[in-house]
């Protein structure tokens, strides 16, 4: 239950073109959604973050949309250039509790 | 704001030895500081968390006595690993949260990772 399973575990795209990065979780007590980007490397930074009381959250090209009905949401990386080529996670975690449980990860490769 | 640094970023030791990482919260004081492990093309496996002053919760699987956590002030944790093998090599990555900073989203400022191969 405390899984999060995201998908695919690799994509390439063109430049321009808009990837889309899906993840699903079994708990209902997560009530918080956040989206790191990792390079080779280096640590995790985080992206964009959403709460479930909101569908759809964006920030820049990066947006999260969210269906809690489904238990699922999904990054989608608007006008995608080649230096966002790196490894994105999504993870899951409850407030009160502070842990996050990480997805499998996405390789996004972005060609010029 | 909310950087958190790792000290070293990468580290060869011989098997048998101890190692220590540093992870410092350089502009923030960290109620809570978490320590990651992970594996190339892996995700990341959460090894445990530390708060400030007590002693760390350690996940299902993790060996407290070989991988020692020290979160002594707000805005220094030590992890040590101890009678390190190759087996531990590994990518260790630190991350900190504080209630002040991170409001209700309990957001999380990662390190930059610490690369440790054991010969």
């Known amino acids: ?8 575990q690799s994509l390439i795209v063109q430049k321009g073109g808009i990837p889309i990065i899906n993840c699903a979780y079994e ?3 997560f009530d918080y959604f956040p989206w790191y980007q990792q390079f080779p490397g280096k640590g995790p930074a985080l992206l964009i973050a959403i709460r479930p009381d909101v569908s759809e959250k964006k920030e820049g090209r990066f947006t999260i949309s969210f269906n809690k009905s489904a238990k699922q949401f ?8 080649p230096g966002d080529s790196a490894t994105y996670f ?9 842990k996050l449980t990480f997805g499998q990860g996405t390789i996004l490769t972005v060609h010029p | 704001g909310a950087v958190v640094s790792q000290h070293p970023s990468r580290v060869i030791c011989k098997s048998g030895t101890s190692v220590k990482i540093e992870c410092r919260s350089l502009d923030f004081q960290a109620t ?7 594996f190339p093309k892996k995700s990341l496996m959460l090894m445990a968390t530390s708060n400030e002053g007590s002693k760390a919760t350690y996940e299902q699987g993790v060996e407290k006595d070989k991988f020692l956590i020290n979160h002594a002030s707000l805005t220094l944790s030590t992890l040590t690993v101890t009678s390190a093998h190759p087996e531990d090599s590994s990518f260790y ?6 209630a002040r900073l991170a409001a209700a989203y309990n957001e999380q400022f990662f390190g930059p990772g610490t690369r440790l191969t054991v010969l």
């Open chain 2, 93 to 98: 990555i630190c991350s900190a949260t504080t």
């Open chain 1, 90 to 98: 999504c993870a899951a975690s409850r407030t009160s509790y502070g």
């Open chain 1, 27 to 29: 708990n209902t007590a």
């Open chain 2, 32 to 38: 809570t500081m978490f320590w990651y492990r992970q």
């Open chain 1, 1 to 8: 239950q405390q899984q999060v399973k995201q998908s695919p």
């Open chain 1, 74 to 81: 999904s990054l989608h990386i608007m006008d995608s250039q």
